[in-house]
């Protein structure tokens, strides 16, 4: 699993990769097996996951929302989920200050994390201040005001965000393999917008989706940390909405058959990108996963070590959205004939299953990279959080009677079964984009 748009949509660390079970994090913290975790409903109606991990000194405290990055109602605006959680974020409500502010005053970090489908608010905070930070975040999010001030913040920062989204090779990419791959749905929106479309959007509008998207009904709290369980009480349970819940997953319609896509950029590059399994195809999902891990995990990753020969940087990753789930491929500069070459073998050889002795060596360096993830509070956090959201937060580690589900999954793979999702889902047509330096012949 990986989220898109913490540093970049589709390049943050795989989430998945987080989420093999608290049976065998407790050997790196032996404290946690005697604390318990918890999950359920809090009073006004938001779904929460409580994990204590002994030996972080800091308290990550999350809210995820489903809610589409380009909103609801037509016309779409790229990057109106973003300004409308950074706009929160910065709005003094009716009482005290913004969470913005209350963050930066107990030198906290905050963060905002915009998937096609989902926004995530996190913030790592001192150990002490969990209690504080939980009463700040839901009365920003449950109740949310915009101001003028804020809207106007946020629209400053969103501009700076993207513009350098924009001119990111990797960032102009993923945009166009997602434009091309779904013909309907939030994923064919890209979730930062452009001068145009942060400059149309007035306050009006940002508040009417914040009052949408940030309801408790439709919100996952998740704690983990240094943090006792008492701190979910300072919840508040936001505004009453008996006429509505969570909200329900939009359709994705996927193309059958995507068009290429050319491009022209500051150098040359290419993505690729197929729909793969949903996230309750738990272990269809984990083979993708692996497949990713295998080949584009440093150091080691088969992909990994042939961008080195072809000086271009190769980058990979399975996404495991609620349905589909998504499986996309980017490379830049170098010699970039010889790293789509590379790729397509590689990609080409994983419909055979891999030797014996190969896959154990691989399914380890899965297992160890994926533990390695799940040491930070904040990893944790967004593994809950992130599951939650996308509809099967049974699949993540922790919560109570699923410890060792993912791990699970993990051990049942087998070659033949990695080589089975790889022809299912990776075999047929994808979306593809090329991009060639302006003043020059196609890549």
């Known amino acids: ?221 998740v704690a983990t940390g240094d943090v006792d369980q008492a701190a979910l009480a300072d919840a508040i349970p936001g505004r009453a909405d008996p006429q509505r819940g969570r909200e329900a997953a939009t359709a994705q319609q996927v193309a059958m058959h995507p068009a290429p896509v050319a491009l022209t950029g500051a150098q040359a590059g290419f993505g690729m990108a197929w729909a793969g399994p949903p996230i309750v195809d738990e272990r269809a999902a984990s ?41 996309f491929v980017t490379a830049t500069g170098g010699d970039i004939a010889a790293a789509r070459t590379a790729v397509t073998a590689a990609l080409a050889s994983m419909r055979q299953p891999l030797a014996p002795a190969t896959f154990a060596a691989a399914r380890r360096a899965f297992v160890y990279r994926t533990l390695s993830n799940a040491q930070s509070a904040n990893g944790l956090a967004d593994s809950y959080g992130w599951y939650g959201v996308e509809g099967n937060i049974a699949y993540a580690p922790g919560v109570e009677g699923t410890q060792g589900r993912y791990l699970a999954d993990a051990a049942a793979l087998t070659p033949q079964s990695v080589a089975a999702a790889v022809t299912k889902y990776l075999a047929r047509g994808g979306a593809l984009v090329s991009v060639t330096p302006a003043g020059k012949g196609r890549a």
Do not use: C
């Open 287 to 327: 083979a993708l996963d692996f497949v990713a891990n295998y080949l584009f995990a440093p150091p080691s990753g088969a992909l990994y070590r042939a961008a080195n020969n072809t000086g271009s940087t190769i980058d990979g990753s399975f996404l495991t959205f609620h349905n589909p789930g998504v499986f």
């Open 1 to 221: 699993m990986q989220s898109l748009h913490r540093a970049a949509p589709l390049a943050r660390a795989l989430f998945t990769l987080v989420a093999i079970g608290a049976i065998i994090i407790t050997r790196w913290y032996p404290a946690a097996a005697a604390d318990k975790s918890a999950s359920g409903t809090l009073p006004g109606g938001a779904a929460y996951v409580y994990q204590p991990l002994a030996g972080a000194q800091v308290a990550a405290i999350e809210l995820w929302f489903r809610a589409p990055s380009s909103g609801f109602d037509k016309p779409m605006v790229p990057g109106l989920a973003r300004l409308a959680a950074e706009a929160v974020a910065a709005s003094q409500p009716i009482t005290g200050v913004s969470l913005a502010e209350f963050v930066d005053g107990i030198g906290g970090r905050l963060t905002i994390e915009v998937n096609p489908e989902s926004v995530g608010v996190s913030v790592l905070v001192p150990a002490g201040q969990a209690a504080a930070t939980v009463r700040a975040m839901t009365r920003s999010y449950f109740a949310p005001v915009v101001t003028d001030e804020g809207a106007g913040d946020a629209q400053r920062s969103e501009l700076i965000n993207g513009q350098l989204h924009a001119a990111s090779p990797e960032g102009a990419i993923q945009d166009a393999l997602y434009g091309a791959l779904f013909t309907a749905g939030p994923a064919k929106y890209p979730t930062y917008g452009t001068a145009a479309t942060i400059a149309s959007v007035d306050t009006k509008r940002i508040q009417t989706f914040a009052e949408r998207a940030f309801r408790a009904p439709n919100a996952t709290l």
